[in-house]
């Protein structure tokens, strides 16, 4: 079992950037698929980004490509995802949640963090 708090999160300009951080509770955080996720207001929760136990494999949703990075620090039991060239959609809250598999569906998350707002408004 793990557990993750996320921040970072806050109101940013389109073109702005933002960095959230997801920190561990447990040293197992290494052990585990780190995933990140959003959900705006009446849309389902859609997979961002995902970043594999070791760091050595990533993989990014389709509309976040080239504009979002994850990254972790095992040491630190912290995951980090960068988002650059924000837009008016990207607004939503976004969780990070750990995974013993590697993949990109929600229902593979069993541990979540209680989600962090950002906002993209002009």
């Known amino acids: 079992q793990v557990h993750l708090v996320e921040s970072g999160g806050g109101e940013v300009q389109p073109g702005g950037s933002l960095t959230l951080s997801c920190v561990a509770s447990?040293?197992?955080?290494?052990?585990?698929?780190i995933g990140w996720f959003r959900q705006a207001p009446g849309k389902q929760r859609e997979f961002v980004a995902g970043?594999?136990?070791?760091?050595?494999?990533?993989a990014y949703g389709n509309s976040v490509e080239d504009r979002f990075t994850t990254s972790r620090e095992n040491a630190k039991l912290t995951a980090y995802l960068k988002m650059t060239n924000l837009k008016l959609e990207d607004t939503a809250v976004y969780y990070c949640?750990?995974?013993?598999?590697?993949?990109?569906?929600?229902?593979?998350?069993?541990?979540w963090g209680q989600g962090t707002q950002v906002t993209v408004s002009s």
């Open positions: 970043i594999t136990w070791n760091g050595g494999d990533t």
């Open positions: 447990e040293r197992s955080f290494s052990d585990y698929t």
């Open positions: 949640a750990a995974s013993e598999r590697w993949y990109t569906h929600d229902m593979a998350y069993p541990y």
